[in-house]
């Protein structure tokens, strides 16, 4: 297959988050392709160096820094050091979540926050912090991202699809408030990628993939690369009237 190739990426600042592994990998490795300048953070060091490492020879290779988004003020910080060092940032990814099954009886006032710090608070200061560089610029592209896991009303994990659901209200929300400055918002909403967490926790076997599988209408295994292309068009100039929109990318399994 031959897949688009997007000009207006080639030199523009890009930062993502929840880089290191997983779609976030495969998201740093896309808009590298296309001639992106990257910046990715993560709180995986190990991971995060090796892909940086790995995709050292390209154009514009990415830059990864160590960053807990948790810590707001940290990631704040960061993101002031990435337009120092590349520019401003055209486009943010607010990638980075953790889809921890957890049972009702088993939450805690504590895991809802921590959940909650991780799956939903992070995207609104990023883009926050965000929002002066691309003013810089004449306008950007924020992608966030939330999950059909809240649609079907996952019984696992409710802070989690409590937290993914928010996030298009948050979407919404952003894309009225910065559309004056030609900032646009979107969300992607991914189905069962299979990336190696995935397989490791929740599909170990060959079955527990095809299960899932046939219960998309395109009954083809979904990786994190479908969802990497769906994040460049979003960056690119190409969706520029697209704003306050959710994309689903899940192979038809609702």
Known sequence: MTFANYPSLSGRVV????????????????FTGSGAKVAFVDIQEEAGQALAADLAGAEHGPRFFRCDLTDIEATRAIIAEVGRQLGPIGVLVNNAAND???????????????????????QFFTAQAVRPQM???????IINFSSIAWRGGAPNMPSYTTAKAAV????????????????????????????????????????????MVSRQCIRTVLLGEEIARTALFLGADDSRMITKQSITVDGGLR
């Open 15 to 30: 930062f993502v988050t929840g880089g290191a592994s997983g779609i976030g990998a495969d998201i740093v490795r896309a």
């Open 100 to 122: 921890d099954r957890h049972e009702i009886d088993d939450v805690t006032p504590e895991y809802w926050d921590w959940s909650q710090s991780i799956n939903l608070r992070p």
């Open 168 to 211: 298009l209200g948050l979407t919404r929300s952003l894309a009225r408030a910065f559309g004056a400055d030609n900032i646009r918002v979107n969300a992607i909403e991914p189905g069962a990628v299979m990336t190696e967490k995935q397989h490791a926790l929740w599909y170990p076997t060959p079955e527990s993939v095809e299960a």
């Open 135 to 141: 003013q810089a610029l004449g306008g950007g592209s």
